[in-house]
Every structure is written in structure tokens, then in C-alpha cells.
């Protein structure tokens, strides 16, 4: 849970994981490249035009591109990001499912220097699971 709600993207790896222009004057970066392939491949552009057509703007999370677009992409900046996922993930906006056999002790843990306590209990109060055997 810590690299959800803590998240360390620091600027040089947002030029590196996000977007960045390299030596040769070409759009790069890991998100960028894998989005990139996205919008060029036919099953992509149709799934994505689907569900512009299928879905209202009261169902934008519906539309949305998770990994951005292209356009997007060259034009956010590490500030932005965080500030979003500053706005949205946290713990009183999150669910979460714990698949398999997990013993409570395990998922509820946290090594996080702040707010630990808080997350866990607040984790502990809305999820419940069934005890180890």
C-alpha cells in the first residue's frame, strides 16, 4: 500500500518513466513509448473510439485513457502528477482487494514513516478478511 499512497517519483525519473525528449530530438520515456504503441495499434484506436462513443462525460473515469495520451503526456509535468495523485489516493478513496491466501498481519503492515497508524487502522475498518488457517 506504501507505493500507492506514497509514492516517490522523483523528477529525474519522471524524465526517464513519463516523457522526455532524447538526444535526437525524439519524443521517449517508458509511459510514452507504451503509449505510443497503444494509440498505433488498430484494436487500440478501436477500443479507445468505443469508448469515447459508449460513454457520457458523468462517466469520464469510464473514457479515460489510464496511461495518458500522447498529447497529454508531452505536456504534464511531475508537479501535476503529484499534486494529482495527492488529490485522489488516499486512504479514505481507495479500495482495496487482497486476493489469496494472506494472513491479516501481512496485508494491514505498513513500513511508511507518516500517517502508518491512520492507513492501517482505517484499512482495518473497511476490509474485512477472513483469518488465516
Do not use: W
Not at 14 to 28: A, K, L, R, Y
Not at 46 to 62: G, I, V, W
Request: aromatic fraction near 8%; hydrophobic fraction near 30%; glycine fraction near 4%.
Amino acid at each position: 500500500m506504501d507505493h500507492l499512497l506514497f509514492p516517490t517519483l522523483t523528477d529525474s525519473a519522471f524524465v526517464t518513466e513519463i516523457h522526455h525528449i532524447d538526444g535526437e530530438g525524439v519524443d521517449s520515456g517508458v509511459v510514452y513509448c507504451e503509449m505510443q504503441a497503444r494509440e498505433n495499434e488498430m484494436d487500440d484506436v478501436l477500443e479507445y473510439e468505443r469508448r469515447q462513443m459508449l460513454f457520457t462525460d458523468q462517466n469520464k473515469s469510464l473514457k479515460s485513457e489510464t496511461g495518458g495520451r500522447l498529447r497529454e503526456l508531452r505536456d504534464i509535468t511531475n508537479k501535476q502528477i503529484q499534486d494529482y495523485h495527492k488529490a485522489y489516493y488516499a486512504p479514505n478513496n481507495i479500495c482495496c482487494i487482497v486476493c489469496g491466501m494472506q494472513c491479516k498481519s501481512i496485508v494491514y503492515s505498513s513500513n511508511c514513516n507518516t500517517n502508518s497508524l491512520s492507513i492501517t487502522s482505517y484499512l482495518t475498518s473497511r476490509f474485512v478478511m477472513h483469518s488465516c488457517n
